[in-house]
């Protein structure tokens, strides 16, 4: 059952002119497992690109950032990418941030025995559209871990907005670990975005599974097709559900008519040139300290200091 906020955003969004879904609403337990499907994917470059630049870079990332900070991991899902930059960055606190907490609350269980020295907090919550860290959270030297290049999720102007709010909650000797996806080749993000075992379809097509749960919606699944395609004009890949066939939906409060051939846009995924991601981090108050990438240069991971 969806909060009165999300039932509102679900409500506004499927009865658009141009219907659309928050792609927030992908991430339930079973979106966030074929999220986790998704990353294993031969097509899906970006986790083993970036996971392949930590390995490579890992102890000078952790000089440039420093050691023993509080760690907060934004989208932590199965804390993994965390975990594995604890030897080399030991911070003092870790905060994993997540919107579906049952798959994180797990995770940090396993994760407690491995690093009994690291204090852990659990924190489930929809950092997208405000940000205000309990006071659980300690407040000197924040390092905010934000991999996985989600900052392309939002529009440019909200990460705009999204990384001045993370700015305002850096303190001064805080700074920003952030992984971004790198512009590139249609037909390498094309296929990232539509494999072959056609997960990120399924992944794409669960949202509906998880609307239909939120507000009582009655979207029959098979009724619809994923898009994942690149559109270079506006320099980000589009996903969008098309209806197969003509149909009516309802959900709880309202009701819509698809006629096939009707698309439900569900998420955007910018890519950025390196220098465009980091203007867009000094406009909002961060100064670039070091940028690491890969040979092909396909993906970067950048630290910034507040
Ligand atoms: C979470 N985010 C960075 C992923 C991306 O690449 O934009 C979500 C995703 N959507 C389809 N595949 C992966």
């Known amino acids: ?178 992984g971004i996806d790198l512009a590139k080749d249609k037909a390498t993000l094309d296929a990232a975005y539509d494999d072959a075992l056609g997960v990120t379809a399924a992944f794409n097509l669960n949202i509906l599974r998880h609307v239909n749960q939120l507000v009582d919606a009655d979207f029959d699944i098979r009724q619809w097709r994923h898009h994942g395609f690149y559109n270079a004009a506006r320099g980000r890949i589009e996903m969008h559900l098309e209806a197969r066939t003509a149909q009516d939906v309802h959900w709880r409060g309202g009701a819509r008519r698809f006629e096939a051939g009707d698309c439900i846009h569900t998420e955007n995924s910018y890519k950025y040139q390196q220098a465009d991601a980091i203007k867009l981090l000094e406009r909002s108050g961060f100064e670039a300290t070091r940028v690491w990438t890969d040979p092909q240069r396909w993906f970067a991971v950048i630290h910034a200091q507040a």
């Open 1 to 178: 059952m969806a909060n009165a906020h999300d039932a509102q955003e679900l409500h506004a969004g499927l009865g658009a002119a141009e219907p659309c879904i928050s792609p927030k609403f992908l991430y339930d337990a079973l979106g966030s497992k074929l999220f986790e499907a998704i990353c294993e994917l031969p097509e899906y470059y970006p986790t083993r690109t970036e996971a392949a630049i930590f390995e490579r870079h890992g102890a000078e990332i952790a000089r440039v950032a420093g050691t023993g900070a509080t760690m907060i991991d934004l989208g932590a899902g199965n804390c993994a990418k965390a975990a594995k930059l604890f030897p080399l960055l030991q911070p003092t606190q870790y905060v994993a941030v997540d919107i579906s907490s049952e798959f994180t609350h797990d995770a940090l269980a396993r994760l407690r025995q491995r690093f009994p020295q690291i204090a852990m907090e659990a924190l489930g919550m929809d950092f997208s559209n405000r940000f205000e860290l309990p006071e659980l959270v300690r407040a000197e030297r924040r390092l905010f871990f934000y991999p996985g290049s989600s900052l392309g999720n939002f529009t440019p102007e909200q990460a705009h907005e999204f990384l001045m709010r993370l700015r305002a909650q850096c303190g001064s000797d805080g700074g920003i670990l952030i």
